[in-house]
């Protein structure tokens, strides 16, 4: 069991997908700093009640360690980091400091198989194509899709998909079960379907 600090935000993060985040409240401008002066990581989970800026909220149990791997001085004066995902976790007890700093007690849980993407998939493979050709996703320089589990956690980065829908989708530890519930929750949000969750 690792202990780590926490950056809840309403949007999660997967694994080796990346995200863009402006850094302006003290806590987490000093998190950044020690984490690039001392090549350590944070843990990104989401928000199940509450908001990103002033109090702690409460937080999903699923998260990811999130590694900084560019930042900039933004035209705003705030600072800008691009952050990518790295191991998956699950929350075993939080605290939170006096600066509401979130920390928590993690355990790290098993690598996910890589496994061929099945050839009935290729509309999601065509979709994911797609949200990659908007520059904003672009400029993320996200990796390439070479299996199963790529596919399902760029989708689930990039679709937009309800909270409890993403976190369900990150809990699972099957590859092809949550491109199962992808392609699933794909038709609902074509037909207009907004109702079920996977």
Known sequence: MSE???FPLSNPLFPEQKMTLQIFEPRYVSLVSR???NDEGFGVVQIREGREVGRAPQVFQ???EARIVDWEQLENGLLGITIQGCRKFTLSSTRVEADQLMMAEVNWLPEEPCEPIPDHYDGLLDLAAQLRQHPVVSQLNLPEIRN???LGWQLCQ???LSSPDKVALLSLSDPGLRLEHLAERVSRLSSGDDEQEC
């Open 4 to 6: 780590i600090a926490l």
């Open 35 to 37: 984490c690039m002066k």
């Open 62 to 64: 699923f998260g990811v």
């Open 148 to 150: 199963s589990r790529d």
């Open 158 to 160: 990039l679709l937009p």
